[in-house]
């Protein structure tokens, strides 16, 4: 499998400015075949993209930090996938929400909070647990940040350490992910937004306003990883690669089956659980411009880093990237 027409899509993203570049990568069991195209920023001058640079990951951060930390909690039986979330945060009123419903975004959490990134980190934390349920509580999915800030929090209890730290500690350190960090170098980090007014690019500092505020305590958002990393985490997870003592083979079955509690087979674990013509695959995405694909059936993965929000965000980048994935998919099982 040559995946042309995937190369093809990017090389188009890119000079179509959807992307200023991107770093990707086919892996088909040991073998991995990297790609770096484009640019790193686009203003206030273009710079070519060097190999292996840094990206913040954004939503990445929940499926390769904040699920590993709570899967071995759950192993380790310091915590219950049907817990009650009160248990953990008594600030929050409504009981019957479950960890389960934060990992498989079945919790319906409703609430608008007014002037919300201009919040400390103690008034986020009060507005975001005064919040409450809605009407398709336990009944559907519903992708929200809130269940992963949850989760981080509740490890945090559990252990007595921030998520940030705990995912370094439990995750990246065991699997060899040296490139990954909450506290990246700019100098080898690509730039998400561009300020016209400062002529300045924000680099090397976390993208999303909620994860800028609640610093170590927030595990939705804030990682910066490599394609290095990227590959390695892929790999792991199809179990290609030594575990690394952090999951058992049951948590990695786990992974890959429907954990929603209506059993509607869109959610495993954090990640989206989708179907491409009878063959399952899980995938999740970063809003700053990331993606992973996993087919465990396969043995193989398609990983893409970009910065999608530079100089200024691409609305575009949502219909090519559903392409991208097609794109992969077709080529993968046609």
């Not at 009650?84 to 909070?113: A, C, M, Q």
């Not at 370094?168 to 980090?189: E, K, N, Q, W, Y």
């Not at 690509?190 to 500092?205: I, L, Q, S, W």
């Not at 411009?289 to 965000?313: C, Q, W, Y």
Request: proline letters at 5%; glycine letters at 8%; one cysteine or more.
């Amino acid at each position: 499998m040559s995946f042309e027409k995937v190369k093809g899509l990017i090389n188009q993203m890119i000079n179509d400015e959807i992307v200023p570049g991107a770093s990707y990568s086919f892996i088909t069991g040991l073998n991995v075949e990297d790609h770096v195209a484009g640019y790193k920023q686009l203003k206030p001058t273009k710079e070519i993209l060097p190999q292996n640079q840094l990206y913040d990951v954004a939503s990445m951060t929940k499926v390769m930090g904040t699920v590993p930390v709570i899967m071995q909690l759950l192993q380790e039986g310091k915590i219950g996938l049907d817990d009650s979330v009160t248990n953990y945060l008594p600030e929050w009123k409504f009981p019957k929400v479950t960890i389960r419903h934060l990992l498989t975004h079945t919790s319906d959490i409703e609430g608008y909070i007014p002037n919300r990134n201009e919040m400390n980190m103690n008034q986020l934390r009060q507005a975001l647990l005064g919040l409450h349920t809605g009407h398709n509580f336990g009944k559907e999915v519903k992708y929200q940040d809130v269940n992963f800030i949850f989760l981080g929090w509740i490890a945090g209890v559990v252990t007595g350490l921030p998520i940030q730290p705990l995912i370094t500690h439990m995750v990246l350190t065991p699997l060899g992910m040296i490139d990954s960090t909450f506290h990246p170098d700019a100098r080898r980090t690509v730039p998400t937004t561009y300020d016209e007014k400062t002529g300045m690019n924000r680099v090397a500092k976390v993208h999303d306003p909620k994860a800028q505020i609640l610093g170590s305590n927030c595990g939705s958002a804030g990682l910066f990883s490599s394609q290095r990393d990227f590959d390695k985490f892929a790999q792991w997870m199809l179990q290609l690669t030594q575990p690394g003592k952090v999951y058992t083979p049951n948590i990695f079955d786990a992974m890959f089956c429907n954990q929603t509690p209506m059993q509607n087979g869109t959610r495993t674990f954090g990640w989206k659980l989708e179907d491409y013509e009878g063959h399952s695959y899980i995938y999740q995405t970063g809003y700053t411009g990331i993606l992973m694909i996993l087919v465990r059936e396969k043995k193989s993965a398609f990983t893409f880093l970009s910065n999608r929000v530079h100089p200024d965000v691409s609305e575009r980048f949502i219909d090519a990237r559903q392409d991208m994935i097609d794109a992969y998919l077709s080529d993968l099982f046609d």
